[in-house]
């Protein structure tokens, strides 16, 4: 079951962090054998942007890219999928403390495309501390 109202806010902007997903077989519905091959994570202003106007958009594979991310494990064996999307300075501070909205999605070995995951993105605000 995909979740809709999902929301990230646990970061500065300014920062890099990542984030790791978890699609569990049983609960999506994942057939045997079937495998993710692609994932993206994908940031716009407004839910009805196009994917060329976004302001994030990290494309994922099982080869590992530092700065993007990986599928760490794709699903082989009937396990879970695991996809780590690596976010950078430049896209938290792209994605500001202004509400974005953003999505998960997965191609499968079937060329089935899914969306488990849809929400909003939002960075806290940095504080530059200084010596008194």
Do not use: C, H
């Not at 695991?82 to 060329?111: C, G």
């Not at 089935?112 to 008194?132: K, Q, R, S, W």
Request: aromatic share 6%.
């Amino acid at each position: 079951m995909p979740n809709l109202s999902a929301r990230i806010e646990d970061f500065v902007e300014g920062d890099a962090f990542t984030i790791q997903r978890t699609i569990k077989r049983t609960a999506s519905g994942l057939a045997t054998g079937i495998t993710a091959t692609k994932a993206w994570f994908t940031v716009k202003e407004a839910l009805t942007d196009e994917d060329v106007a976004a302001l994030v958009q990290k494309e994922i594979t099982t080869g590992d890219v530092p700065g993007t991310g990986q599928i760490e494990n794709d699903g082989t064996g009937d396990v879970n999928i695991v996809l780590r999307f690596d976010i950078l300075t430049a896209d938290t501070r792209a994605i500001s403390t202004t509400e974005r909205y953003y999505d998960v999605q997965v191609l499968l070995s079937d060329s089935t495309l899914t969306t488990p995951e849809v929400g909003v993105i939002v960075a806290v605000d940095e504080v530059t501390l200084t010596d008194a």
